[in-house]
C-alpha cells in the first residue's frame, strides 16, 4: 500500500545545525521521489530561530515548492513565532496557498496534548454559543478542530533520536499510525533509510 502521509518526529541532541537542515532538505525531495502526498516534519525545539529562518528562507529563494506545487503549513502555535521568523513562514504559506498537489507541514511550537485541549476549548464555546449540540460532540468533531484538521493522520511516523518516545507528536492522529523508532539521532539518518522503511 502507497504511503499517503509520513510524519517524521525529529530528535537530535546535535548543535550541528547544517548536518540536520542537509538531513532535512534530503528528505524533502524524497516526497517527490516516492510521491508521498503529505509530509509532516517535527522540527526540533533547540533548533534556534535565526537557523529556521535561514533555513525557510532556502525555499523562499529557490523555486522547489513552485515547480513541484507544494503547499507549505506549520502545525502549531505558529502565529505566536518571533516577528522575525513569522514574517518568513507567512510569505512561504501566502506564496503556496493554492497548491494542492503535495503538503508540506512542519511542526513549530507545537505540543499534542495542547492541541486537544485546544480543540475542546473551540467545542466549548460552540456549544456555549447554542451553535453546537453537546451530543454532537464527537471524534469527528475533534479532528476539524485540530491544526492538523485538514490532513489525513500518517500512515508511518519515523521517530528519531536515542530515546523510544514520540512527546506527543501529533498525539490524536497517531492512533492507528505505524511507528518507527530509530534509536539513532537524526545527524545519523539518511534518506535512504526511509526508503527502505516505506519498502
Known sequence: ???????????????????????LKNIIELQIKKDIRILTIGIPEQISEESLIEFFKFYLK??????????LAIIGKWYDLPSNLLDVVKQLMDETRDYDTYFLNFTINYDGQEEI????????????????????????????NLY????????LIIVTGKKNITNGFLLW???????????????????????????
Open 148 to 155: 492538523s484538521s485538514y490532513f489525513l493522520p500518517p500512515d
Open 1 to 23: 500500500m502507497a504511503i499517503k502521509h509520513l510524519a517524521i518526529n525529529v530528535k537530535t541532541d546535535s548543535k550541528d545545525n547544517e548536518k540536520i537542515f542537509s538531513n
Open 173 to 199: 492522529d497517531s492512533v492507528n499510525s505505524e511507528i518507527v523508532f530509530m534509536a539513532k539521532d537524526f545527524i545519523e539518518f539518511s534518506a535512504k533509510e526511509i526508503e527502505k522503511l516505506i519498502k
Open 117 to 144: 485541549v485546544d480543540a475542546c476549548k473551540i467545542l466549548c464555546r460552540q456549544v456555549d454559543a447554542g451553535k453546537l449540540d453537546l451530543e454532537k460532540v464527537d471524534k469527528s468533531s475533534i479532528k476539524d
Open 62 to 71: 529557490k523555486d522547489y515548492l513552485n515547480k513541484n506545487k507544494i503547499k
